[in-house]
T-cell receptor, first 115, second 112 residues
Framework: DAGVIQSPRHEVTEMGQEVTLRCKPI?????LFWYRQTMMRGLELLIY????????DSGMPEDRFSAKMPNASFSTLKIQPSEPRDSAVYFC?????????????FGNGTRLTVT | GESVGLHLPTLSVQEGDNSIINCAYS??????FIWYKQESGKGPQFIID?????DKRQGQRVTVLLNKTVKHLSLQIAATQPGDSAVYFC???????????FGTGTRLLVSP
């Protein structure tokens, strides 16, 4: 089991640029979550998908943020245009459906720095 | 909304001691509780979970205790080792919801 795979591991970009973060969930997992982690706010849920369909995007901070899941093995989180306050570690996580209380499995994150 | 807090931001212990990390939650509708360990540069790693119909669950060197009366959760680590040094998060989920709400984390420092 390769676990949840995220890329890139680090991203440094200038304010105003577009940033795309990528995630491959664990095979067979039906739910995919995007979290953001900062020192000030801790781990915050941005959006989650069930069977590739966005279910709850209430945590997405602004219209500058968008997420897609074109198939069961791939998701993207896009920020356009990026701002310095978007600097954080972005985590993707997945879990199986069918087991009501199965834990989330996290990737190792993408550390985003916007200058 | 849900708020999840931890009693101590940092816990320092000696190798071989038992560690106890505490967590308080606010929503009585919470029905599933998880402890995660996060090492530097990595994502949170699942340690142990417990459902609301239980008050204790044991794993390898770890025990989770749940007191629903006072909305309190604890993680006990037996014979703490230097490799246990990390930030520990509790997370809770409410019945019927998928969202996990995470606590702010406790940093465990284990000295040899």
């Amino acid at each position: 089991d390769a676990g949840v795979i995220q890329s890139p591991r680090h991203e440094v970009t200038e304010m105003g640029q577009e940033v795309t973060l990528r995630c491959k969930p664990i095979s067979g997992h039906d739910y995919l979550f995007w979290y953001r982690q900062t020192m000030m706010r801790g781990l915050e849920l941005l959006i989650y998908f069930n069977n590739n369909v966005p279910i709850d995007d209430s945590g997405m901070p602004e219209d500058r943020f968008s997420a897609k899941m074109p198939n069961a093995s791939f998701s993207t989180l896009k920020i356009q245009p990026s701002e310095p306050r978007d600097s954080a570690v972005y985590f993707c996580a997945s879990r199986r459906d069918g087991i009501n209380n199965s834990p989330l499995h996290f990737g190792n994150g993408t550390r985003l720095t916007v200058t | 909304g849900e708020s999840v807090g931890l009693h101590l931001p940092t816990l320092s212990v000696q190798e071989g001691d038992n560690s106890i990390i505490n967590c308080a939650y606010s929503n009585s509708a919470s029905d599933y509780f998880i402890w995660y360990k996060q090492e530097s540069g990595k994502g949170p790693q699942f340690i142990i979970d417990i459902r609301s119909n239980m008050d204790k669950r044991q794993g390898q060197r770890v025990t989770v205790l749940l007191n629903k009366t006072v909305k309190h959760l604890s993680l006990q680590i037996a014979a703490t080792q230097p490799g246990d040094s990390a930030v520990y998060f509790c997370a809770v989920r409410n019945t019927g919801f998928q969202k996990l709400v995470f606590g702010t984390g406790t940093r465990l420092l284990v000295s040899p």
